[in-house]
């Protein structure tokens, strides 16, 4: 497998060492910065450095493009200008309607590993930070079946759990379960602060809990100004969310409302008690067989109606027919329940559908 990579960060560099250490793949990379790319291959997470985007590009299977959400537009549409014709190109950006709407080529799949941290560059790149990761993958109905398989694929050997899942779903979750959180603890950090500007007040110990939630106030500005910018929207409409949220609790507060404030913190405990359970979907893997037409768009259009109803395929396999007009895609799903749902959307798809 040649693997390249545009853009040797934290992220970048983290599928370099990845790539090469379990998918054995032989991996070159460029970034605007020769410092950056010198210290990868340094890590062994590019085989080699190459000149220029191109040249990284040229001879590839697949293309990671993992620079700042503001550039991706423009970086990924170069790189389909130079690759060869059977690659597949995609991106890590932490946003996807800006990307997605810009680039229509059915060999560009846009992509999100959701891993990562509040460190910045090759330096801190691990081989091991997409084990066990929902990795979000944006096909669209023009998107080639058998290169997204090989990039569902290829990120499952990464150790990651790719799911699909529409751009403007991604932007709207993302700002409630990552871009708010960061604006939060910037909000945090600068409230507890105020006392180093006021000398007659004793700096505050801090505490596990102003710790744990603050651990990612003021990450990478390189990424995070682009994130904030390219979901703005979204992000504006939770900032809201939250301070009407507050501002219900306020009211308890200000009315000295015990009973109020008490089911206020039950509730919080159980709504994170449900969404860490909904991350732990398990169990026994089932093969379901789906006949389809061999036209473009249809396997992305079944990963999206599965990832939209909340159902992970942990693994996927294209068998065209010999006539080449249609073809078996066998899909691997955990769990009994997840599986049978499965197999009720496919059918209401209007494909014939099995466990194998
Ligand atoms: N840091 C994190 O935890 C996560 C970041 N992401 C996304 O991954 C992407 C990269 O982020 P990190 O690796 O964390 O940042 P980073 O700052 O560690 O690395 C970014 C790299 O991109 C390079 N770069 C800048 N402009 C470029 C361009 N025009 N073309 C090619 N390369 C360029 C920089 O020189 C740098 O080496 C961003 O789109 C970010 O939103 C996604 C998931 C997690
Ligand atoms: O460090 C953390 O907890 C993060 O949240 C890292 C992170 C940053 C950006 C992303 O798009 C996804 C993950």
Not at 182 to 202: G, K, P, T
Not at 237 to 259: K, N, P, W, Y
Request: glycine content about 8%.
């Amino acid at each position: 497998m040649r693997a390249s990579i545009i853009g040797v960060g934290l992220i970048g560099g983290s599928i370099g060492l990845a790539a090469r250490e379990r998918l054995g793949a032989e991996v070159t990379g460029w970034d605007p910065s020769p410092a950056a790319v010198e210290t990868a291959c340094a890590r062994g997470a590019l085989d080699r450095g190459a000149g220029s985007l191109e040249a990284a590009v040229a001879d590839a299977q697949v293309v990671f493009v993992a620079a700042p959400v503001g550039a991706l537009a423009e970086t990924v549409e170069r790189v389909l200008r130079a690759i060869p014709p059977d690659c597949v190109v995609t991106d890590v950006g932490s946003t996807k309607r800006s990307v997605v709407a810009a680039v229509a080529d059915p060999r560009f799949v846009g992509g999100h590993p959701l891993a990562g941290a509040e460190t910045a560059g090759v330096e801190h790149a691990r081989a091991d930070l997409f084990q066990d990761a929902v990795w979000y993958l944006t096909p669209t109905e023009t998107t080639t079946g058998t290169l997204f398989e090989r990039l569902h694929r290829l990120l499952r050997e990464l150790g990651a759990k790719p799911t699909a899942i529409d751009a403007a779903t991604h932007d709207h979750m993302l700002a409630a379960v990552s871009h708010l959180p960061h604006v939060v603890a910037n909000v945090l950090v600068a409230q507890a602060a105020r006392a180093l500007e006021d000398e007659s007040e004793q700096l505050p110990a801090t505490g596990p809990s102003f710790r744990d939630a603050t651990r990612v106030a003021g990450a990478n500005s390189a990424i995070w100004t682009d994130i904030y910018l390219a979901n703005r929207d979204a992000l504006i409409e939770r900032i809201d969310d939250a301070t009407r949220r507050l501002g219900e609790f306020r009211a308890l507060l200000s009315a000295a409302d015990a009973d109020g404030v008490t089911a206020w913190n039950d509730a919080a405990r159980e709504d994170r008690r449900r969404l860490l359970e909904a991350q732990l979907a398990g169990g026994t893997v089932h093969e379901l067989r789906a006949s389809v037409p061999n036209e473009p768009g249809v396997v992305a259009r079944l990963a999206l109606e599965l990832g939209r109803a909340g159902v992970n395929i942990t693994d996927m396999a294209l068998y065209p027919a010999p006539n080449q007009a249609e073809g078996v895609v066998a899909l691997w799903i955990a769990g009994d329940e997840p599986a049978e749902r499965a197999l009720a959307l496919i059918a209401e798809q209007g494909f014939p559908v099995a466990r194998a």
